[in-house]
Nanobody, 119 residues
């Protein structure tokens, strides 16, 4: 099973923007949804956003609602997370997850990409 591959992390000043990319990888048949999670140092991993692979419906954590936008391109099997208005509290490793109706914990996780927001 090929794991998703994230890219696009980096260092940005508060108020800035970044776009994360995720190659869904492997066979896309049977994907139920794709999601982004993040984990900051010393904190639990937390949900950020998700999108239905078929219908494209999306939902967000309250902490990023209105600032982040998740999208997917079924032609290229890519998922994106556009992050605007970044805050130092958004600093974390961001993970892309592929869910084949097994739930997030049973999904296929990428290696993560670091996002650092300086104040």
């Amino acid at each position: 099973q090929v794991q998703p591959v994230e890219s696009g992390g980096g260092l940005v000043q508060a108020g800035g923007s970044l776009r994360l990319s995720c190659a869904a990888s492997g066979r896309t048949f049977g994907i139920y949804r794709m999601g982004w999670f993040r984990q900051a140092p010393g904190k639990e991993r937390e949900f950020v956003a998700a999108i239905g692979w078929s219908g494209g419906n999306s939902y967000y954590a309250d902490s990023v609602q209105g600032r982040f936008t998740i999208s997917r391109d079924k032609n290229t099997n890519m998922v994106y997370l556009q992050m605007n208005g970044l805050e130092p509290t958004d600093t974390a490793v961001y993970y892309c997850v592929r869910d084949r109706s097994t739930g997030w914990n049973g999904g296929d996780w990428g290696q993560g990409t670091q996002v650092t927001v300086s104040s």
